[in-house]
Nanobody, 117 residues
Framework: QVQLEESGGGQVQPGDSLRLSCTAS????????MGWYRQAPGKERELVAS???????NYADSVKGRFTISRDNAKNTAYLRMNSLKPEDTAVYYC???????????WGQGTQVTVSS
């Protein structure tokens, strides 16, 4: 049974920072591509950032320069550091682990991030 557990969400003011964590109980974690997605009310879920098993990263244009994705394979954990948060970053943030070989995706339950003054 694969489980992903996110943490670190909350309510902050514009300009503040947060760090999200995603710990995965999955075999061969290091071979999975890890991604952070978000879904705002009334909008589709969108990719925020991803990191490959080799550490290659990809970011949505809207978060480039503000967000940083990283991973610690020894802890089976991926992180999303979010700086200079804006109200438009408000959403539920989801973690995804993708097993490339099996073409399987595993999702976390999501964590709410609210940016408001």
């Amino acid at each position: 049974q694969v489980q992903l557990e996110e943490s670190g969400g909350g309510q902050v003011q514009p300009g503040d920072s947060l760090r999200l964590s995603c710990t995965a109980s999955v075999r061969a974690y290091s071979s999975h591509v890890m991604g952070w997605y978000r879904q705002a009310p009334g909008k589709e879920r969108e990719l925020v950032a991803s990191i490959s098993s080799g550490g290659l990263t990809n970011y949505a244009d809207s978060v480039k320069g503000r967000f940083t994705i990283s991973r610690d394979n020894a802890k089976n954990t991926a992180y999303l550091r979010m700086n200079s948060l804006k109200p438009e970053d408000t959403a539920v943030y989801y973690c995804k682990a993708r097993n490339i070989g099996l073409a399987l995706d595993y999702w976390g339950q999501g964590t709410q991030v609210t940016v408001s003054s």
